[in-house]
């Protein structure tokens, strides 16, 4: 069993925190496993991207919950094919969904456009989600503060709709995402966040509240979980260790 060091509650968000990456990928694997397994409906699972979630897929794909129930989808993609090294669709297939018997819903990067291709996607997805709502989405959160692909002062933070294309200047490429609007809406999030060049933004957000997209997200869902790791929670002063 995960040893969780310490949990705290800030106003509507609660801070989670484990010795290392090890026992928080077990702990929020085992926390999306018994979600699933507590309800007997159709159950929606954004997946995160980036490099922090895999530990927590590889462990979920050992849960034995009923799997097809549950349909996974991305907060975000690259503009890339699905083969790609950068492709969070291929991430996710080799890490957990090509060792499990659940529904994906990837966004097509073979369109001409990624717009349409957004566009396309959120109307998929819309059909999945229960009560038009996702059940859980997974997040991860960058050294600058950004989650999905809503990155600071880009365009997508205002923009409403679904899903959505951004230019992401400071990538010089194009990236899909999860809206805010979308994210708002999900019965739980869970921001994963793990190592030391986290720390300072994360102390930032949670203890300042300063906006930057994650704290955009954080700040107006519903019932948000961060679950990370002590090298990331190392500048926090908001919870006691």
Request: glycine share 8%; aromatic share 8%; hydrophobic share 45%.
């Amino acid at each position: 069993m995960a040893a969780m060091l310490a949990v705290e509650y800030v106003g509507s968000m609660s801070i989670h925190i484990f010795s290392n990456p090890a026992d928080l990928a077990a702990a929020a694997a085992t926390r999306i496993a018994d979600a699933i397994s507590a309800t007997d409906r159709t159950f929606s699972l954004g997946l995160a991207g980036g490099g922090t979630p895999a530990a927590t897929y590889r462990e979920l794909a050992q849960a034995d919950v009923d799997w097809s129930r549950v349909v996974m989808w991305l907060g975000d993609e690259r503009w890339v094919s699905h083969d790609h090294e950068e492709s969070n669709t291929r991430m996710a297939r080799s890490t957990l969904v090509d060792h499990v018997l659940g529904t994906f819903l990837a966004p097509d990067t073979a369109f001409g456009d990624p717009h349409d291709a957004a566009a396309h996607y959120g109307e998929t997805l819309m059909t999945a989600f229960h009560d038009g709502r996702p059940d859980i989405v997974l997040l991860g959160m960058g050294d600058d503060g950004h989650t999905a692909s809503l990155f600071p002062d880009n365009d997508a933070l205002t923009a409403e709709g679904v899903y959505l294309a951004t230019w992401v200047e400071s990538k010089q490429t194009w990236r899909l995402t999860a809206s805010m609007p979308l994210l708002w809406s999900a019965r739980e999030i869970i921001f994963l966040v793990q190592g030391e060049s986290k720390a300072g933004v994360l102390a930032e957000i949670i203890d300042a509240g300063r906006p930057y997209p994650s704290q955009q997200v954080a700040a107006r869902a519903d019932n948000v979980h961060w679950m990370v790791d002590a090298a990331a929670a190392a500048q926090l002063r908001s919870v006691p260790r």
